[in-house]
């Protein structure tokens, strides 16, 4: 048995924290949007260093990165245990999926028939049982230190694989989750470019993409051009390489903006309504159905969230309730993309920062573990159709293969074209690796 | 004597006898108005007024949810009769609230109940002086800031939202004292008004200043000597300039005596205790307190002068040993203040400067055993003592910072006959004339503390009794056990007519049991406060009692800003519920490593078809559940699956499943009867032999077998956990077998790969159920790749 203790809610500090001054600030000045889009390619040219690894080919083009905050239950999931004493099967059921002898609960019916498309892991662990560390360690692929702020696998991949199609690389539906989906050690101008609200929502439109209202074209070339007669002034006064910078920054923001293409990635009522339907007419529908949109036109790796599964308490209710908005929307997504030929070139990876304890608590809950979880890939060459790894009969530790953080951010990045072995820089001249000490698991992989 | 204050104050504990603070209880609600929609569980938030005058009839406006069938108040204390309430409209109703001429000034608790529930603890405080309401802001900018006149003498009230400063204008002669104190932190049960009290001239000049006090924690208090005839202006606001939604608050002002503690801070119960209150603007206050007869953890004394009363207690200790005083100098072992008294003693002084310590010389003799008990800061003293015990050569034994929360607590074996200190000083060496203390040396003493766990995270919820007519109803009751031990059982008294409960004992060693009470279906609508008590089997004498914490303040992180340790319980009869629900008594027991099914079947009005939930209320050490289950809608029966772990008690225990519905406006809570369930060791144990298969092959699993209980008949045996389309037949084995052999068919699709997820489960025949057990875990059967397989894969592959 692992020294890993189960936190409950009372026991993890994130559930009493209160923003600090700090975190505030990020919020208002990076969380609400990401960043404006000026910012966003200004900032981006900034690292380019490459210490002469040869790149693996990618598989992938692209990458949706479905996350479910507040530790998601293996056993109510992916991973139930229809033999084990009732306090460890916890109260829901199990269905028979289209892999042979594989079950998953009886909430992930429509999953269960794309069960041939993808494969899950039930062997993910870690040992950070807190919200944050936890976090960190699913976005990063890295345990935290006190010394260094990581990048997001998304700004790495930002870094490495830069914009497509005028798009930005890195985009989060519907916000940046939290702070270790930021740029890390890496300029700023990695870290994501948020939708700044909700697609399920009525009304949704991301911000920054379309002129003001009441904003002509002209008035904006109007714009345009006093703000170049500023910059030409500042230039005849002082030399600088980010001066000279700026333009192509603007020209990307503008192409952006003014690129139909582009800005029609981020238009959900483009979708056909049958299309909205089929993946659900709430956030988890809506915003995959998003995702796919995003990477179909070009971004390269969308994260988004869905859902609270922090479930301490009443675990039935909580699944009952959230469960079968995103089996829905996953078995659409992942079907939808097969069907347009993009699932081979698209990974979707549905994560979460651990797994719940083995036994229901006393509140008919499950508290946090990290110990051993699931998560589930599917697409950019990952297997079609396989049970990777296994917990113990209880759901208490790893049976078989265990996955390491480290070795599925290493296997991530090695679909996407990126040598994990790679070392970025971080201030101070410190080179760091992608991954540190990530292996690829080839069993992962078709 | 009604008022209580927080013992625990950072401690989000169960409640110890001998630091708690007890609320008075008494009295049986007796109203009656006809109950209009059911509304089951009703919650209260606040009384606006949250006050009102001794001797006079207040109406007040109770403010909560599910209260469309509100009844009445159930009040504590004594003194406070509700003689009226009008019909609830938007979750509030009003209440008239007669409060008699002797009523206990300051704090009361108090409970709603309606005709289907009761709510909340809150609480309510009686005043000496008139209700003033805070005059509602004008309108136009001229006169927004206007201070409001009010005499010396009133209790104000009226809410704070964010920025908002009320001010409030007094016309005081030169010498005469103006004393403010404020009811605020306690008032908002969800949110935190951390008020402040400024008190200056009409020229703007700030004379005294309070955001926090020893006396009244987040509530300010203050009192001040007038330097001139003229008009002062009272200012109270929030000190983050953020007050909350509600901001509601009462304002004490007059020219009352508000000393902030007192000295000594308790005697011996019975006696005429000369006292000095301290703190006061015009001074030390003497007086002489008669203290109760019997001995009192948490006395309230209410200083007067010149006819007037605070309207606040300060807080004295009725106890049954004799006082001793320190007098100074005493900072040392060799001038320690000296005692011929035998223990237990109660020292008092006060740490009257910086870096005082006091000392106090007493005898002992080798072994015997004692509690060292400070008491300070649970009466209000600002003092954060630091307790130590010293020989009488001055060498220190034993040391202590904190363990009765900000006060100090030792538990002291007294080593050698002979001469001993007791030193008292501040963590942070702090003194003053008001940081008094009182250290209780006490033999160690059997006690037992009873109450109702909180079941639901920063909530009241089902923390009373309430029993629908002719139902049952389900409680935890938590026991905690002081200096003693052995099977105890519990009494309730002062039930409702027609009300019973049904306790099995609690057993050593156990601190939860479930309780079922039974209301017969002629039983009254009516609530009351009741008393449970836990007393041991053999009959030795252990004082017990109701010690119930209630967060009144709470917030997120379980540290409350204001708890309430109540001394009743509150029970109440409801209307009828919907559903009755049974447990179907188990003929057999439970074995180690087994499970079992409990059946609840459900009796339902015919109009009702809602889906009830079910649990399993406790679980017995080692017993396991999915921690709900259900009976569907429209359906009569459900099962609660349990599990036994293969270290569960070899026990008897008492369970029940309680059962929920949404009535449409609230949740009603009943339960099945209090069942026996009985916990065995296990019949069969015993190994897997391991063994492989080719895919699409047979072969025999052998499965050896330890009989450890013999069992009559023939019991089926099952092996569980085979891999995907690999099947085993059940077998028959009897208690003389010493193995059995499973005739195992792999399909030619069965994964290949080592399995070790194997187990037997036995079903073993018992008065015409069977009793489940497991036992094997981890048997390993490998599949291996068929030879046909192999070949036709190297087929395909040329």
């Known amino acids: ?446 | 004597m009604a008022v209580s204050l927080p013992n625990c104050w950072r401690k989000p504990h169960p409640p110890v006898l001998r630091k708690s603070v007890i609320v008075r209880a008494a009295g049986l609600a007796s109203l009656a108005l006809a109950a209009s929609a059911h509304a089951a569980s009703p919650t209260l938030s606040h009384f606006v007024p949250a006050g009102g005058q001794r001797g006079t009839k207040v109406e007040v406006i109770c403010e909560g949810g599910r209260l469309d069938d509100a009844k009445g108040l159930l009040f504590f204390g004594r003194g406070l009769e509700v003689t009226s309430v009008s019909e609830a409209a938007g979750g509030k109703f009003k209440a008239k609230i007669k409060i008699a001429p002797d009523a206990a000034l300051g704090e009361h608790t108090v409970r709603v109940w309606t005709a289907t529930g009761v709510g909340d603890l809150r609480t309510f405080y009686v005043t000496p002086f008139p209700l003033v309401k805070e005059a509602d802001e004008a309108k136009d900018a001229a006169t927004k800031d206007e201070p409001q006149v009010v005499a010396l003498g009133a209790t104000v009230w009226g809410s704070i939202q964010g920025e908002d400063v009320d001010r409030f204008v007094v016309e005081a002669k030169k010498g005469q004292r103006i004393s403010a104190e404020v009811v605020g932190v306690r008032l908002q049960p969800r949110e935190v008004f951390d008020s402040m009290l400024t008190l200056s001239k009409a020229d703007g000049t700030v004379l005294a200043e309070n955001d926090d006090s020893s006396l009244l924690q987040q509530d300010p208090v203050l009192s001040f000597v007038a330097p001139e005839d003229g008009k002062y202006t009272l200012a109270l606001k929030d000190s983050t300039n953020a007050a909350p939604g509600s901001g509601r608050y009462l304002l004490h002002v007059g020219s009352f005596p508000r000393p902030l503690t007192v000295y000594p801070a308790g005697g011996q119960a019975g006696e005429q205790l000369k006292v000095a209150y301290l703190g006061d603007a015009t001074g030390t206050l003497p007086a002489t307190v008669k203290l109760p007869a019997q001995p009192d953890p948490r006395f309230p004394s209410f200083a007067e002068q010149n006819g007037q009363s605070a309207p606040s207690p300060n807080w004295l200790r009725a106890s049954p040993f004799p006082n001793v005083l320190e007098a100074e100098p005493n900072n040392d072992a060799a001038t320690a203040t000296p005692t011929d008294k035998p223990l237990p003693l109660s020292f008092n002084g006060v740490v009257g400067a910086k870096g005082d310590i006091d000392f106090f010389k007493f005898a002992a003799k080798k072994d015997q055993e004692f509690d060292v008990n400070i008491f300070a800061r649970r009466l209000r003293s600002p003092l954060d003592a630091v307790l130590e015990i010293y020989d009488e050569k001055g060498n220190r034994i034993q040391q202590n910072d904190d363990s009765g929360g900000p006060d100090s607590y030792l538990s002291w074996k007294v080593p050698a006959d002979g001469n001993f200190c007791v030193a008292v000083k501040d963590q942070l060496g702090r003194g003053g004339p008001i940081f008094t203390y009182r250290v209780e040396l006490t033999p160690k003493r059997p006690e037992i503390a009873v109450w109702l766990p909180e079941m639901q995270q920063n909530s009241q919820e089902r923390q009373t009794i309430v029993v629908p007519k002719g139902n049952r109803y389900a409680s935890l009751v938590k026991i905690k056990r002081d200096n003693t031990g052995g099977d105890l059982n519990l009494a309730a008294s002062e039930l409702l007519p027609g009300v019973t409960m049904n306790a099995g004992p609690v057993l050593n060693g156990i601190d939860t049991v479930a309780v079922v009470f039974e209301a017969t279906p002629e039983a009254t609508v009516a609530a009351r406060t009741f008393a449970l008590v836990a007393k041991p089997t053999d009959g030795k004498p252990v004082e017990s009692r109701v010690a119930h914490p209630v967060d009144i303040v709470g917030n997120g992180n379980n540290t409350p800003y204001y708890r309430i340790t109540a001394d009743k319980l509150a029970v109440a009869v409801a209307e009828e519920a919907p559903f009755k629900i049974q447990l179907v008594e188990p003929k057999v027991p439970v074995a180690q490593s087994g499970s079992m099914n409990l059946r609840v079947v459900a009796a339902r009005k015919p109009d009702f078809k809602g889906k009830i939930t079910l649990a399993l209320l406790y679980s017995p050490p080692g017993i396991g559940t999915a921690g709900s289950a259900e009976i569907k809608e429209g359906e009569t029966e459900g099962v609660v699956p349990i599990s036994a772990s293969g270290d569960a008690q070899t026990k008897k225990w008492k369970i029940t499943v309680v059962g929920s519905a949404d009535s449409g406006k609230g949740a009603v809570w009943v339960s099945t009867q209090l069942a026996d369930l009985e916990v065995i060791a296990p019949f069969v144990g015993g190994q897997i032999a391991r063994t492989f298969v080719d895919q699409g092959d047979k072969t025999v699993v052998t499965v050896k077998l330890q009989q450890k209980v013999p069992f009559e008949g023939k019991a089926k045996i099952s092996l569980l956990g085979l891999p995907n389309k690999v099947t085993a037949a059940d077998r028959e084995i009897t208690k003389d077998d010493t193995e059995v052999k499973f005739e195992v068919l792999a399909d030619k699709t069965s994964p290949v790969a080592r399995h070790s997820t194997l187990f037997c489960q036995v079903a073993i025949p018992q008065n015409g159920e069977a009793i489940l057990q497991s036992f094997a875990q981890g048997g390993v059967l490998r599949i291996d790749p068929a030879s046909v397989a192999k070949a036709e894969l190297k087929e395909e592959k040329k």
Not at chain 1, 113 to 135: C, F, L, N, P
Not at chain 1, 253 to 282: I, P
Request: net charge neutral; glycine share 10%.
């Open chain 1, 1 to 446: 048995m692992s020294d890993i203790k189960p936190v409950t809610w009372l026991d993890d500090p994130a559930h009493f924290r209160r923003p600090s001054r700090r975190e505030f600030l990020y919020a208002g000045l990076v969380g609400g949007l990401g960043l404006t889009l000026g910012d966003f390619f200004k900032l981006q040219a900034a690292q380019n260093a490459t210490p002469g690894i040869v790149a693996p080919t990618a598989v992938a083009k692209s990458l949706i990165h479905i996350f479910m905050p507040g530790g998601w239950s293996a056993q109510e999931t992916f991973d139930p245990k229809p033999y084990a004493p009732i306090e460890y099967r916890g109260p829901l059921g199990s269905i028979d999926t289209k892999l042979d002898g594989v079950r998953f609960s009886e909430f992930l019916k429509d999953t269960a028939k794309i069960a041939d498309k993808i494969t899950v892991v039930r062997s993910m662990t870690h040992g950070e049982a807190a919200h944050e560390r936890g976090t960190h360690n699913m976005f990063t692929g890295y345990r935290p230190s006190p010394a260094l702020q990581f990048p997001s696998m998304g700004s790495v991949v930002s870094h490495e694989l830069g914009s497509k199609n005028n798009l930005p690389p890195y985009v989060c539906v519907p916000n940046m989750p939290n702070e270790f989906a930021g740029s890390g050690y890496l300029s700023t101008a990695h870290g994501p470019f948020s939708l700044g609200g909700d697609p399920a929502s009525n009304g949704f439109a991301v911000r920054d993409l379309n002129m003001r209202a009441g904003i002509t074209p002209e008035r904006f070339d109007r714009r345009r051009n006093i703000l170049s007669t500023v910059d030409a002034h500042f230039r005849t006064l002082e030399k600088s390489d980010a001066l000279d910078a700026m333009d192509s920054f603007y020209q990307a923001a503008y192409s952006l903006v003014s690129s139909e293409s582009a800005r029609e990635a981020f238009n959900l009522n483009a979708e056909a309504e049958a299309t909205r339907d089929t993946y659900g007419r709430n956030e988890a529908g809506q915003r995959m159905l998003m995702s796919r949109r995003l990477v179909e036109a070009g971004v390269r790796f969308v994260s988004m969230t869905y859902g609270g599964w922090d479930m301490h308490a009443k675990i039935q209710d909580g699944i009952t309730k959230s469960l079968p908005p995103f089996d829905k929307a996953y078995a659409a997504l992942i079907n939808d993309l097969d069907q347009r030929g993009l699932l081979d070139s698209t990974i979707v990876m549905v994560t979460s920062e651990f797994g719940r304890t083995p036994k229901i608590n006393k509140d008919a809950g499950r508290d946090h573990w990290p110990r051993v979880f699931s998560v589930a890939f599917a697409g950019g060459g990952f297997k079609r159709g396989q049970v990777y790894g296994s917990s113990d009969p209880t759901g208490s530790e790893p049976d078989a293969d265990p996955l390491s953080v480290e070795n599925m951010a290493a296997t991530v990045y090695h679909q996407l074209g990126i040598a994990p072995e790679k070392k970025l820089m971080a201030p101070g001249d410190r080179p760091i690796d992608i991954v540190r000490n990530g292996s690829v698991i080839a069993e992962l992989l078709a």
